[in-house]
């Protein structure tokens, strides 16, 4: 660089100088690290305390304490088993149900495009009055779902009201609002399919279940595998929903490890023992997100 | 049956044309849809439906399906004994700023991302989008306590933009992907900045994608319940907080309840009606881009 140009001869910079894209994140690297990256810190130090907001002695350093009692948590456990539980079945039921609609919808039909309007409607709709409305409908004496099951022959149900069918019935409000969301990107993967291996399916006389899973289902396969990431991230945080409808009962039956998470903060105020959780609660969604990721890279690598 | 019935048509969607044989292959497609459809709208029939029912109708055994004498009494109740305007204001001015913030300050994050391949700093803001709000919400609570912070719109709306930052950057990094790089280029070696390309050539490109990422931001913060139902006071609820305070009010206090439900809907679902490209085009690039 000390040789000059000749006169005349535009000086060319360098393209770009790497300043550049530090200056253009800046502003949202520092709002997501006040935000979120240092009350996380402030987190991972609280849960090595044993401060209770209410107690009025001073918060004491305790190490690892509070880990050590939430391995010995049965409670703990079991909203954490309930909450792998919904989001298992939740998820799986959307799936299925969602590439079902998708297939249907993907068809040419008169109101096609009033119907897949309607099927949007779930999924932007606020999710505590959706919740309250399913709690109206969902009332053993007067909800209009039981009047359906009476008068199709079939048993009334408790549903969240009791211990046996609350975790069904939040699952059924769950999948009632997600699966268009699935529709929605298996039909946008649907649209993105090549011609030519129907018409090689055709020509071989597939038959249209043989040609589902021979061909579209796995080349939908990458759209599928996106849905069913943040279905399942949303539905391992899922809160409003469950706490607008059963508030973690009846009894702790319906009480996930996020509810369990809130009672402890909000109503016992064990903040260092919440914050222990919150951390174990970060390490598994984190966990389970990455270990999907490392599945679908697998699975590609091996077709 | 044929096989060329059931091939999806998606594959060449413009040059399939509905044959003349076409009304029996459209009715099981239509009927399967309904069968789809149908428990979707009910539950939004049922909402407004018993919004304008009576007392005596909403606890009637079998259910009132249709109103005999629609009443307004609970939207008029609503207004009457709470400030709903002022929340509705709240939900409103926490939603435009958040999401205003958000797109100040995502956009160009996004399109450094995508322009410099900053893969690391998306995982970051992924992470960002998967960790539960809770966990920062209870170090917040415990801030806005420290601070004397309690009751106020600048910490909701603040906690908002972890909503809509994530959701905003991920949207926009495909879409400035999808952006041929070949403008920017020539603008660099006209002597553009970098933040010149990005503000006069990129931005106006990808404006479909910015309306698309607003709608969508706005929308989950609008429908955002945690937050607020912790952070906010008397001055600083926000709609969902109210629709849910509908219930522990009063015992079966569906009418008001069913017109809160209403009302805090109604934005999104016309929005949607509106929107419905843009949104769909949203939801599809958020979601692909993880």
């Given at each position: 660089m000390t040789t000059s140009p000749l006169p005349g001869t535009p000086v060319r910079r360098?393209?770009?100088?790497?300043?550049a894209p530090l200056l253009f994140v800046l502003p949202a690297l520092l709002l997501t690290v006040i935000v979120i990256a240092f009350p996380l810190g402030y987190t991972l130090y609280q849960s090595m305390t044993n401060w209770v907001?209410?107690?009025p002695n001073p918060p004491k350093f305790i190490g690892l304490a509070n880990y050590a009692e939430l391995l010995r948590d049965q409670r703990a456990l079991q909203s954490l088993t309930r909450t792998l539980l919904i989001t298992v079945c939740s998820v799986s039921l959307q799936m299925v149900l969602g590439v079902a609609m998708a297939l249907v919808m993907n068809k040419h039909f008169f109101g096609r495009g009033l119907f897949r309007t309607l099927a949007l409607f779930p999924v932007v709709a606020t999710p505590v009055a959706i919740s309250l409305i399913f709690v109206t409908m969902m009332n053993p004496q007067t909800g209009v779902l039981n009047h359906f099951l009476t008068s199709l022959g079939l048993n009334a149900q408790q549903w969240i009201y009791a211990e046996k069918s609350v975790l069904p019935a939040l699952i059924l409000v769950d999948t009632w609002q997600w699966t268009p969301f699935v529709m929605l990107i298996a039909l946008a993967g649907l649209a993105t399919l090549p011609n030519e291996p129907y018409e090689a399916a055709m020509i071989d006389g597939a038959n249209p279940w043989q040609t589902f899973w021979a061909i579209t289902l796995p080349m939908l396969m990458p759209s599928l595998f996106v849905a069913l990431l943040f279905r399942a991230i949303d539905t391992l945080k899922l809160f409003d929903t469950i706490y607008a409808m059963t508030q973690g009962g009846p009894g702790t039956a319906s009480e996930t490890i996020n509810l369990y998470l809130y009672t402890l903060s909000?109503?016992?105020?064990?903040m260092g023992y919440a914050s222990s959780m919150v951390i174990a609660l970060l390490v598994l969604v984190l966990g389970i997100t990455l270990l999907l990721i490392r599945a679908r890279k697998l699975a590609e690598d091996r077709s | 049956m044929t096989v060329t019935e059931v091939r999806p048509p998606a594959a060449a969607p413009a040059r399939r044309r509905v044959r003349p044989h076409a009304l029996k292959a459209q009715l099981l497609p239509m009927l399967i849809s309904a069968f789809f459809i149908v428990p979707i709208v009910f539950v939004f029939y049922w909402m407004v439906s018993m919004s304008f029912q009576t007392q005596v109708e909403i606890s009637a055994s079998p259910p009132?399906?249709?109103?005999a004498q629609p009443t307004t009494e609970w939207y008029s109740q609503l207004m009457r004994r709470m400030p709903f305007v002022q929340y509705t204001w709240n939900s409103l001015v926490v939603g435009v700023s958040a999401t205003a913030i958000g797109l100040a300050i995502g956009l160009p994050a996004a399109y450094a991302i995508a322009r410099w391949r900053l893969s690391g700093l998306s995982t970051l803001f992924l992470i960002t989008r998967i960790t539960p709000a809770i966990s920062f919400l209870i170090p917040w609570y415990i801030i806005a306590k420290r601070l004397n912070l309690?009751?106020?719109l600048v910490i909701i709306t603040l906690l908002h933009i972890t909503i809509t930052l994530p959701l905003i950057i991920w949207i926009m990094i495909g879409f400035f992907e999808a952006l041929p790089t070949d403008l920017e280029q020539a603008a660099t070696v006209d002597g553009c900045t970098a933040w010149q390309s990005f503000a006069l050539i990129a931005v106006p490109l990808v404006k479909p994608g910015i309306v698309a990422a607003v709608i969508l931001a706005f929308i989950q913060s609008w429908n955002n319940f945690l937050f607020a139902a912790v952070l906010g006071g008397p001055g600083s609820q926000t709609l969902p907080v109210t629709v849910y305070g509908m219930l522990s009010f009063?015992?079966?206090?569906w009418g008001p309840l069913a017109a809160a439900a209403t009302l805090v809907c109604l934005p999104v679902i016309v929005g949607t009606i509106f929107f419905q490209r843009q949104l769909v085009e949203g939801l599809t690039a958020g979601a692909m881009k993880g």
């Open positions: 360098p393209r770009r100088r790497p300043t907001i209410t107690s909000f109503n016992y105020f064990r | 009132t399906f249709w109103s309690g009751d106020s009063e015992q079966a206090n």
